[in-house]
């Protein structure tokens, strides 16, 4: 009997020290998941440049090339209800500032050139037949000319990320 009371003793201060213990680990967040999450991006000066806040959480499938590389990483591991902050490089974001896409355009052979403002985003086609969304950031008689780096081109960003969902 003082045996069978042994073992019922350590079968419950088993049970109390695992209490809320479970067989699985908080899921982690892995490639092919698809994912929800709520966001904030800062230039390094704290200015915010865009946020999720107010609306739908960000949707997007990791590894699916649907983010920037480093956003993406920076939720690689992360478990649901989870926040954290992540320093993005220019490199791992929108690539560094290119001179080569700044593009003098002859106004002559812009069809609607009289209608063009500064600020206005164009399509332009390179030589090799590839298309970019360029903006045109100055306008004269001689030339239009369009940038087509990404606005946050050469930028380090920092983003808070809270992860809200994890779907397989």
Known sequence: MRCLQGFLLLVMVLLISCSGCTDTAAEQVKAGDTVRVHYTGTFENGTVFDSSVGREP???????????????EGVVGMQVGETKTVWVPADRAYGHYREDLVFIADPAGVPGRENLTVGQQVRVTLSSNQGLIGTITGISPDGIVIDANHPLAGEDLTFTIQLVEIRR
Do not use: K, Q, S
């Open 58 to 72: 960000l949707e997007f499938t990791v590894g699916g090339a649907e983010v920037i590389p480093g956003f993406e």
